[in-house]
């Protein structure tokens, strides 16, 4: 009998362990999520990438997990698309990101979001637009919606429609998530002045410089958009 009771208190602190390792690595998951989607929107120098690592660190405690993956992905064609940089490694990391993506089966914002960022990147926007379209009827304000579709707009050509998108996007960034006005202020000039409006698109420029005065693409906007009765800003 003492035996049995022994067996029965050893059996009932392993399910104990096991019920504690599982909240730990669920308290781990969300924290992980968390600092993904923290770093999606930093807007600091390397943010996407950082925002693939912190995504990356989830999935190896849960492969399929549906956020992590549409952060990866969705930050992988992001950093293509914005920044330029690393682009092969990127969209190799983002297609693997999506194949999983496919093959699981998951859904979510972040999951449309990154199919749709990588058929901008793919040359197909008209896919994306409507994924993008699909994500804002559910959340009309979401600041990173708006600016992906200001980039699938401008990939399609329609100047105007990335006007509209841009500008949505600055003013729900503006309220929501300041480290996005930097992109979308830049969207917007690059719209306004493929649209043919270089007052307004010179209005954006300048306050993107003043935003960061750093900032390669305002001092370029600048500069083309500079009258010519303004030469030392050429």
């Keep these: 009998a003492v035996v049995a009771v022994i067996a029965a208190g050893a059996g009932g602190f392993l399910t104990w362990q096991k019920f504690s390792a599982e ?6 998951i969300e924290s992980g999520i968390a600092t993904a989607e923290k770093q999606l929107r930093a807007g600091t120098e390397n ?14 405690l849960a492969e399929n997990q549906p956020r992590a993956l549409g952060i990866a992905a969705e930050a992988s064609y992001a950093a293509i698309l914005d920044q ?22 998951v859904t ?47 990939a399609a050509g329609d100047s105007k429609s990335a006007v509209e998108s841009f500008q949505k996007a600055l003013d ?10 930097a992109p979308a202020l830049y969207g917007l000039a690059q719209a306004q002045l493929a649209a043919g409006d270089r007052a307004a698109a010179r209005t954006s420029f300048k306050a993107l410089s003043e ?24």
């Design 47 to 60: 943010h996407w990438q950082h925002a693939v690592r912190a995504a990356d660190r989830v999935l190896q």
């Design 172 to 181: 729900a960034a503006s309220s929501q998530a300041p480290e996005r006005t």
């Design 84 to 105: 330029g940089v690393s682009i092969d490694q990127m969209r190799r990391g983002g297609a693997i990101y999506t194949d999983k993506i496919e093959t699981a089966l």
């Design 23 to 28: 909240q730990q690595r669920k308290a781990q």
């Design 108 to 154: 979510g914002p972040h999951v449309e979001k990154a199919l749709a960022l990588k058929s901008i990147d793919q040359g197909r926007p008209g896919p994306a637009i409507k994924r993008l379209e699909k994500v804002l009827a559910g959340a009309p304000n979401d600041p990173d919606a708006l600016l992906y579709l200001g980039w699938g707009h401008s």
């Design 211 to 234: 935003l960061d005065e750093e900032h390669l693409g305002a001092l370029l906007g600048l500069a083309e958009t500079a009258e010519v009765s303004q030469p030392s800003e050429r």
